[in-house]
T-cell receptor, first 115, second 114 residues
Framework: AQKVTQAQTEISVVEKEDVTLDCVYE???????LFWYKQPPSGELVFLIR??????QNEISGRYSWNFQKSTSSFNFTITASQVVDSAVYFC????????????FGDGTTLTVKP | DAGVTQSPTHLIKTRGQQVTLRCSPK?????VSWYQQALGQGPQFIFQ???????QRGNFPDRFSGHQFPNYSSELNVNALLLGDSALYLC?????????????FGPGTRLLVL
């Protein structure tokens, strides 16, 4: 069975600070995909980034970056120079490789960015 | 290009009633999934529809059923509502479940059962 754990329930930072959200996953699949979604108060899940199990190269996209390490089953997400608009609940999710559209989610981390 | 749309946005029902939620997938997507998100938790997979049939199902009772139409839109039906069914119901679509594609979510329907 798949499992995603986000140990940080809530994080509070001051604007312009960097913040890292942790995600640890469990799966028996050799091919899988990891995602980060943002959920503002309106409720809609907004896709942020995706990584497949074969590519451990870490990347930066604007203010977002991620650190994927298969050895520790972790997929951490960093926001650089946080802004008040980044305040939301962030979810890490896991999908089997040949089964798009069925994801296992963590319970989310509530990020509050104070001005 | 319209994204995933859901209706209604909010619903209030009483215990024992039945409810139908609706979803239109993103253009070009043929697979629709439904999730239940209780307060303070992550979304939980209910089921997925492809080619008008339920393709796979999560750990939800038979009170939860669905349908997919030829235009790929979908409905989620919940019978004999319980207080615990109060949640945000999210619809998601993907281009094809066979591909390694990202699923996109709609804004959700907030259901309150009194």
């Amino acid at each position: 069975a798949q499992k995603v754990t986000q140990a940080q329930t809530e994080i509070s930072v001051v604007e312009k600070e960097d913040v890292t959200l942790d995600c640890v996953y469990e799966t028996r699949d050799t091919t899988y995909y990891l995602f980060w979604y943002k959920q503002p108060p309106s409720g809609e899940l907004v896709f942020l980034i995706r990584r497949n199990s074969f590519d451990e190269q870490n990347e930066i996209s604007g203010r977002y970056s991620w650190n994927f390490q298969k050895s520790t089953s972790s997929f951490n997400f960093t926001i650089t120079a946080s802004q008040v608009v980044d305040s939301a609940v962030y979810f890490c999710a896991l999908s089997e490789g040949a089964n798009a559209g069925k994801s296992t989610f963590g319970d989310g981390t509530t990020l509050t960015v104070k001005p | 290009d319209a994204g995933v749309t859901q209706s209604p946005t909010h619903l209030i029902k009483t215990r024992g009633q039945q409810v139908t939620l609706r979803c239109s997938p993103k253009s070009g997507h043929d697979t629709v999934s439904w999730y239940q998100q209780a307060l303070g938790q992550g979304p939980q997979f209910i089921f997925q529809y492809y080619e008008e049939e339920e393709r796979q199902r999560g750990n939800f009772p038979d009170r939860f059923s669905g349908h997919q139409f030829p235009n790929y839109s979908s409905e989620l039906n919940v019978n004999a509502l319980l207080l615990g069914d109060s949640a945000l119901y999210l619809c998601a679509s993907v281009r094809s479940w066979r591909t390694a594609e990202t699923q996109y979510f709609g804004p959700g329907t907030r259901l309150l059962v009194l």
